[in-house]
């Protein structure tokens, strides 16, 4: 992983500095917000996310990602520092137009996790090692994890990232998405009330 350049990122909830990294061996692109000061060895508040442009751009109802995205960006400002890292790996990392392909296996009655193994996925086909580089490069050697997703901490974890809390994330859910977080709970073990 290579950082690329930083930028300032203004945003409802305060500025942020905008990180652009690299993959050095496909060249794919990554970006970490990061907000005020971050200490080394004080637990720094942040969030992995991974792209959903449905959710995140379009404010799609499937999901909960968009939600997630922005109060994860509040919380961080609320703490008065931490980190955002936008982990560009999108429908769990199977891509856009099989997450597309998905949906409509989804449409016809299939959930997330059924969808994606009709399309020869696993249920979750991310990688969460890279993202460990990330927190490295930006010298943070502990973190309070925001997510639901005790997946996420492992993989964290075997990466070498020193998660000393999970801090829930948990956001309303809406009649079209009821189903959706019905199957993180029950198939993919997310934590999904405090």
């Known amino acids: 992983m290579q950082l690329i350049e930083k930028a300032v990122l203004p945003t409802p909830w305060g500025n942020f500095f905008i990180f652009g990294f690299k993959e050095k061996k496909n060249g794919k692109n990554h970006v970490a917000l990061v907000y005020g000061d971050i200490k080394k060895n004080t637990p720094t508040l942040s969030r992995v996310h991974s792209e959903c442009l449905t959710g995140d751009a379009f404010f799609s109802l499937r999901c909960d990602c968009g939600s997630q995205l922005k109060m994860s960006m509040k919380r961080i400002s609320q703490e008065g520092s931490g980190v ?7 429908g769990r990392n199977i891509g856009l137009l099989n997450k597309i392909r998905a949906y409509a296996l989804q449409d016809k009655g299939l959930d997330t996790v059924q969808a994606n193994q009709k399309l020869g996925f696993s249920a979750d086909e991310r990688d969460f090692s890279l993202c460990a580089d990330i927190f490295n490069i930006l010298n943070i050697n502990k973190i ?19 998660i000393i809390e999970r801090v829930p994330l948990i956001v309303e859910k809406n009649p079209k998405n009821a189903y959706y977080l019905k199957t993180k709970s029950e ?8």
Request: glycine share 6%; net charge positive.
């Open 84 to 90: 955002l890292i936008y982990h560009r790996q999108e």
């Open 187 to 194: 198939k993919m073990g997310h934590l999904l009330s405090e």
């Open 144 to 162: 309070r994890l925001l997510t639901n997703n005790p997946f996420k901490v492992q993989m964290l974890s075997n990466a070498g990232i020193n």
